[in-house]
């Protein structure tokens, strides 16, 4: 089975700082990846998604991922954080069918 | 919001009791995913339904069942509930079964069992 791993539980950065969230994978082809954002008493929404093609996708709300293969790794990354951005972000991969396998997620705490 | 509609919030019952989750699907969505998040486990896939039949089945209790209707709506049905069914329950929505899908996710609805 196809796993997802989130190593930072939590993260704390300063308004304005960059950002970045780890996610590593492990899946034997080449995997369906996604990031969701879930901000407090809401569902879940989708930031970006990679399937194939460039390593290097954008999404939404200024959100980037870089697939590595070598690495096995979906990091997020934004370059300036915005107070908005503080929420839970998930990591997650398809498994057969459509099911996604999500990670256990990391809080992204913004500091003024 | 995403289109996808959960009914109820929340919902306060007790143990042993059977709850009926909703879901309505954005219109056009022929496949309704559930899924569970709990602080234990973590977000999990339940299960998904196709234009009315059964998908794909991941760690679905036997207690759970769910099913979905020729207007596309879909309910999980939970019974003998237990304090460990506690959960947020989230359903979600996509045009056809791919792999490439966008899934698009309700509210939630908020279980707690006492």
């Known amino acids: 089975a196809q796993s997802v791993t989130q190593p930072d539980i939590h993260i704390t950065v300063s308004e304005g700082a960059s950002l970045e969230l780890r996610c590593n994978y492990s899946y034997g082809a080449t995997p369906y990846l996604f990031w969701y954002v879930q901000s407090p008493g809401q569902g879940l929404q989708l930031l970006l998604k990679?399937?194939?093609?460039?390593?290097l996708v954008q999404g939404i709300k200024g959100f980037e991922a870089e697939f590595k293969r070598s690495q096995s790794s979906f990091n997020l990354r934004k370059p300036s954080v915005h107070w908005s951005d503080a929420a839970e972000y998930f990591c997650a991969v398809v498994e057969y069918g459509n099911k996604l396998v999500f990670g256990a997620g990391t809080i992204l705490r913004v500091k003024s | 919001d995403s289109g996808v509609t959960q009914t109820p919030k929340h919902l306060i019952t007790a143990t042993g009791q059977r709850v009926t989750l909703r879901c309505s699907p954005r219109?056009?969505?022929?496949?309704v995913y559930w899924y569970q998040q709990s602080l234990d486990q973590g977000l999990q896939f339940l299960i998904q339904y196709y234009n009315g039949e059964e998908r794909a089945k991941g760690n679905i209790l036997e207690r759970f069942s769910a099913q979905q209707f020729p207007d596309l709506h879909s309910e999980l049905n939970l019974s003998s509930l237990e304090l460990g069914d506690s959960a947020l329950y989230f359903c979600a929505s996509s045009v056809e079964s791919w792999a490439r899908d966008e899934q698009f996710f309700g509210p939630g609805t908020r279980l707690t069992v006492l």
């Open positions: 219109s056009g969505d022929l496949s």
């Open positions: 990679y399937f194939s093609g460039d390593t």
